[in-house]
């Protein structure tokens, strides 16, 4: 006899729903993954579906939360493991493009979400991380670790090359090597804002 709770049995169908959405979206893309192979995969009606996630967009807007939720936690490890402070940001920075190599991050992160979601670069959950960013970057120019300089104004321009690296890169015929290239530049857009110690 099952002791899983309603809520237990809600959580498990979500999480096998976006698991394999993420898998079909990452192999197919948005638009080539009909919602009843999704419910077929899943042993679901499309008004089971439905009542999880409210549309195949909002289960798309799902996958999206939780690859941004692992996103987070590769910077926030690769910040941590570095110490912190400028050297920190700058590993979260490489960290994140490290990740975007994964193909199936690139297709649904890069290619599809931006396309599908409306408003996706200016969601709430990119606007609190901009926040954050900005107040990182205050922090290190109060303790005399970068030059100084708008904050709000550097935080996007390093988010934008970041973002806009990771596109570009996803576009060569050798996106590893090219994801390492990026890397290796954004880094050096980096060296210029650091104040050197005498």
Not at 2 to 18: G, H, K, V
Not at 107 to 120: E, T, Y
Request: charge should be negative; aromatic fraction near 6%; glycine fraction near 10%.
């Amino acid at each position: 006899m099952s002791t899983r709770t309603r809520p237990q049995m809600t959580f498990e169908t979500r999480a096998s729903l976006i698991a394999l959405a993420r898998d079909a979206f990452g192999r197919h893309g948005f638009s080539g993954v009909p919602l009843e192979d999704l419910c077929a995969a899943a042993g679901l009606t499309r008004g089971a579906l439905y009542h999880h996630f409210g549309s195949k967009l909002g289960l798309f807007e799902a996958v999206v939360a939780e690859m941004d939720d692992a996103l987070d936690e590769a910077v926030e490890r690769a910040t941590e493991e570095a110490g912190g402070g400028w050297s920190g940001f700058r590993a979260g920075c490489r960290a994140y493009l490290q990740a975007m190599v994964a193909p199936d991050i690139q297709r649904i992160v890069l290619n599809d979400a931006p396309a599908v979601i409306p408003n996706f670069a200016g969601r709430p959950r990119m606007r609190l991380c901009t926040a954050q960013m900005v107040d990182v970057l205050e922090g290190l120019m109060n303790e005399g670790a970068i030059r100084r300089t708008d904050a709000a104004a550097l935080a996007n321009v390093i988010a934008g090359a970041v973002a806009n690296a990771a596109a570009w890169a996803t576009s060569r015929q050798d996106p590893a090597a090219a994801f390492a290239a990026a890397g290796d530049t954004i880094g050096l857009l980096l060296d210029g804002l650091e104040i050197a110690e005498v």
